[in-house]
């Protein structure tokens, strides 16, 4: 990564930290510093697209999911955590892009978006939006549009209202709040494509599924799924 001289005056200036160690960044390092990006949990997802811990949670619940893939296990409270809660919870939103750019750049190399027309990022209720000010998914698509050239289409779902976060829900409660929660808005900008739905974590994937069966509802659609953290049920 090239760094500009103004960059490099800038971080003598107002030196930036890691958003998991907390260290002093070096001038090519965004966000995450080498040693903790290194140590992230990844996952094998990017090798193992069709088939993984992952893909396995829509088997038999979405009908026309292709592939999915997490780029790392997600762990509560864990310092690989501290990058999406300071996404989600102290207003950093540069790190969804970041974040973003790292999925994309894992998956390229295994062919992750050959085929693939549109990313869709799952939608946040207005009121949500407005308290953040910004959609986190919406960030991550862009990040991966940055590297991957692919359209971000963030008018095609809807959520029609907040119901509190899923993060303390069990299971059938994640399902039954976001049960009738989305709507589809501009399915027509979507079809006959092949659309990669993009979130922050997934745990039971209820809200993925939610939003996978609108799609589905449009002509043509086929259906891949992204994400930065994967919450394996059987850790």
């Known amino acids: 990564m090239r760094v500009s001289l103004p960059q490099r005056l800038l971080d003598l200036i107002a030196p930036r930290s ?16 080498l040693a903790c990006n290194l140590h992230l949990p990844r996952t094998d997802h990017p090798i193992h697209p069709y088939d993984n811990d992952l893909a396995k949670v829509f088997w038999g619940r979405v009908r026309h999911m292709e592939r999915a893939a997490a780029l790392m296990y997600h762990h509560g409270g864990s310092q690989a955590s501290y990058p999406i809660y300071r996404l989600k919870y102290h207003h950093q939103p540069d790190i969804g ?19 693939i027309d549109a990313l869709v990022p799952v939608p946040l209720s207005a009121k949500r939006q407005a308290e953040r000010g910004y959609n986190q998914s919406e960030l991550l698509a862009r990040g991966i549009a940055e590297e991957t050239g692919l359209r971000v289409q963030p008018d095609v779902l809807a959520r029609r209202e907040y119901h509190g976060s899923q993060t303390t829900r069990g299971r059938w409660e ?9 709507s589809l808005l501009h399915g027509d ?9 993009v979130d922050d974590i997934v745990t039971t994937g209820a809200t993925l599924c939610a939003c996978a069966k609108l799609l589905e509802q449009v002509e043509g659609v086929k259906i891949s799924v992204a994400s930065v953290g994967f919450v394996d049920q059987r850790r």
Do not use: D, Q
Request: proline residues 4%; charged residues 20%.
């Open 18 to 33: 890691c958003c998991v160690c907390g260290t002093r960044l070096a001038p090519e390092e965004s966000h995450i510093c």
């Open 97 to 115: 892009l970041t974040l973003g750019r790292m999925m994309a750049l894992e998956l390229l190399p295994h062919g992750f978006f050959e085929g």
């Open 174 to 182: 994640r399902n039954a709040n976001v049960e009738h929660a989305f």
């Open 189 to 197: 900008k979507i079809r006959n494509s092949h659309v990669l739905l």
